[in-house]
């Protein structure tokens, strides 16, 4: 004789019941969208906070370096205060931009399948040493020439140059962060190759197209609109495509034999 051990009923998967687990993964995907926002936002609060107290030594060495002998001037009481907040912001960036990477890549790095995520932990200290290179490249190089010609144009015009802080230091660090981002397209295109979706022979087929296009950008990057300036902008990019372009063709031997079945 069988006995019959009471079960508990099975919870039919309803269309209603599917919906509320899809919607309970998505609300736990925000929650954790915010808490990686919220650590990477309070990194650059607090490295901000700390450089605060250090702008007025931040700034004079600006002064110093990209326009020596000219005397910035504020035209409101509360421009050098602003000064100092938009440097302070700068450098909590800058010093925090590994975490701020850190998390980015922790909350995306769930979706992605095993390979993709070592291409990406690959490609994260090359992207921030090719933005340290921009930076680098456009204050020792490019930023004293631009100012340095612009100088020398309006003394040559028999005019006394009158730079107000706010937009003088702003123009600096536009240009700065222009040059940290272009530098990015070596790794880029060497990303988007890595996944199939660019090759060299496409790139170099492409030049053509990718110098109307570099032009057209460093009309639109420029901050001041100075040819000299859209010049400095468009020579270094169209260089750092044709290193992509090398780049790109020395690593897909590689890639190809990752691809390719043992």
Not at 84 to 94: H, N
Not at 142 to 170: F, K, M
Not at 178 to 195: E, K
Request: glycine share 4%.
């Amino acid at each position: 004789m069988s006995t019959q051990t009471p079960s508990t009923p099975e919870r039919a998967v309803t269309p209603a019941r599917r919906n509320d687990e899809a919607e309970m993964t998505f609300t736990e995907h925000l929650a954790e969208l915010r808490t990686r926002l919220i650590i990477a936002l309070a990194t650059v609060a607090v490295l901000s906070l700390i450089a605060f107290p250090l702008m007025p030594q931040l700034l004079v060495l600006l002064e110093r370096y990209f326009i020596p002998g000219i005397q910035l001037h504020v035209f409101s009481p509360a421009e050098i205060i602003r000064v100092y907040i938009k440097l302070s912001l700068l450098v909590g960036v800058v010093a925090g931009f590994p975490v701020v990477l850190y998390e980015a890549y922790a909350f995306v790095a769930p979706a992605l399948d095993r390979r993709l995520r070592s291409r990406v932990l690959w490609y994260a200290i090359p992207s921030l040493l090719m933005s340290v290179a921009g930076i680098a490249f456009c204050g020792l190089l490019v930023l004293p020439i631009v100012l340095r010609a612009l100088l020398s144009i309006t003394q040559q015009s028999g005019l006394v140059g009158t730079y107000q802080l706010d937009p003088t230091i702003g123009f600096i660090v536009i240009l700065l962060g222009i040059f940290a981002v272009m530098f990015q397209l070596p790794i880029v295109l060497s990303l988007l190759a890595s996944v199939g979706i660019v090759n060299s022979k496409m790139l170099s087929d492409k030049w053509r197209h990718a110098m109307i296009v570099i032009l057209i950008l460093a009309g639109i990057g420029a901050p001041d609109g100075n040819p000299l300036t859209m010049l400095l902008l468009a020579a270094p990019l169209a260089a750092l495509y044709l290193v992509s372009i090398v780049v790109v063709r020395l690593t897909e031997p590689r890639l190809h034999s990752q691809e390719s079945p043992a």
